[in-house]
């Protein structure tokens, strides 16, 4: 819809409300011309110009004065919305002034709060990267010291020795993951994350990872299923991708209960590829699925904590996905089932061409879902 400007509206109405009357008074004197004084009608020509300009210019004056400062507060709202405050500078004189000063104050205030929270994000991030790289430093002797005590190059163990060193192993493995997270987290979120991308078949990947993963279901009686399609090959950065994959199995096969299914797919989608992680577990409601990707997310802590886990995976795989270029969804019903999607452009952070048909029927909603 073509906008017309609050400025022009006034404009072409006033004008027109002043030319009405003259275009009537013009009509009402064609019959009469002939009987009238040619002097007097160079008089009421000359009449008829002079109010035709002035009202143009009185009409200009007031939608000047009028709407276009209106019109400048719009386009700087408009330009707020996008994020970006300009002050308006406009003097009118009257009671729109109390308007635009308010607009402009609380303008400076909505900047110098979102600097602020900038601020403070920025030295989150940054605390986050150097405390979990510093407390990741000793990790590396921490388990070199407990694998020669386990392989008793120290001396022998006691059994009980023995099972007391695999739980503080164990746990190491426990704390280590999560500062691997931590520091994965931080690169994300400070736009520093770092791809390898290599041109190369998807295929082999997913099947390698669901392969990898077998093992881990099984010990919960749970079936992986695959559905693969021929995919060209396309740039990703395998173990990135791996990461993903098996953070999304990882979850299904926590949130499944016992001799429950998973299906993963591998799909085409436009010029990309769609990979998909679908479960029939204890599902998520709307909201939840929403909120999954924030960083420390868990929808029940609890048995969430129970399971293992500190809510930072989805929030890995969405940085990892969007780094790529790519997308990630989630599509879930309480006691029925998730499903996590996401898709892979040809090339890294390229913008992915769909088909006509992928477009109008919307291939990534309820792609995977019954
Ligand atoms: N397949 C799923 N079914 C049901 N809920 C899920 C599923 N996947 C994730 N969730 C919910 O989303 C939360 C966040 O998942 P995420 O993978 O980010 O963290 P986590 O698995 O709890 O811990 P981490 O991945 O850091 O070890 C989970 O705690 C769980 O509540
Ligand atoms: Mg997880």
Redesign the pocket.
């Known amino acids: 819809m073509v906008r017309i400007s609050l400025s022009s509206k006034i404009y072409i109405s006033l004008l027109f409300s002043g030319l009405t009357p003259l275009i009537i008074i013009s009509l009402l004197l064609i019959p009469l011309i002939d009987n009238i004084d040619t002097r007097l009608l160079y008089n009421i020509s000359m009449i008829m110009i002079a109010t035709i300009l002035s009202t143009a210019l009185i009409s200009r004056f007031l939608s000047l004065h009028i709407a276009e400062p209106i019109d400048r507060l719009i386009n700087s709202v408009k330009k707020m919305e996008a994020g970006k405050f300009e002050p308006v500078s406009a003097k009118t004189g009257d009671d729109l002034d109390i308007l635009i000063d308010a607009f402009n104050s609380m303008g400076r205030e909505v900047t110098k709060v979102i600097k602020n929270l900038k601020e403070l994000d920025e030295a989150k991030t940054q605390f986050l990267s150097v405390t979990s790289h510093e407390l990741r430093t000793p990790m590396t002797p921490i388990k070199a010291q407990l694998q020669m005590l386990l392989k008793e190059h120290l001396g022998g163990l006691t059994d009980k020795q023995k099972k007391s060193l695999e739980m503080i192993e164990r746990n190491t493995e426990r704390l280590d993951r999560l500062l691997q997270e931590l520091l994965t987290i931080s690169r994300i979120q400070s736009g520093r994350l770092k791809l390898i991308p290599k041109k190369q078949p998807l295929k082999e990947v997913v099947e390698e990872t669901v392969s990898f993963m077998k093992p881990f279901a099984g010990k919960k009686n749970i079936d992986i299923e695959k559905e693969m399609e021929e995919v060209s090959e396309i740039e990703f950065d395998r173990d990135k991708i791996i990461e993903v994959i098996e ?1 999304l199995i ?2 299904a096969v ?1 949130f499944t209960p016992e001799g429950g299914k998973i299906m993963v797919s591998l799909k085409r989608y436009g010029n990309g590829a769609m990979i998909a992680v679908k479960d029939n577990g204890i599902g998520l409601s709307e909201e939840d699925c929403k909120n999954v990707f924030k960083p420390f997310f868990q929808t029940d802590e609890w048995r969430s904590r129970q399971v293992g ?1 500190a ?4 929030a890995i795989c969405k940085g990892i996905v969007e780094a790529h270029g790519g997308e990630i969804r989630c599509e879930s019903k309480p006691n029925k089932g998730t499903t996590f999607s996401f898709y892979l452009p040809p090339k890294i952070r390229e913008k992915i061409e769909l088909s006509q048909e992928e477009v109008v029927t919307g291939r990534i909603e309820g792609f995977f879902t019954e």
């Open positions: 953070n990882s979850n926590k886990g809510g930072l995976g989805l």
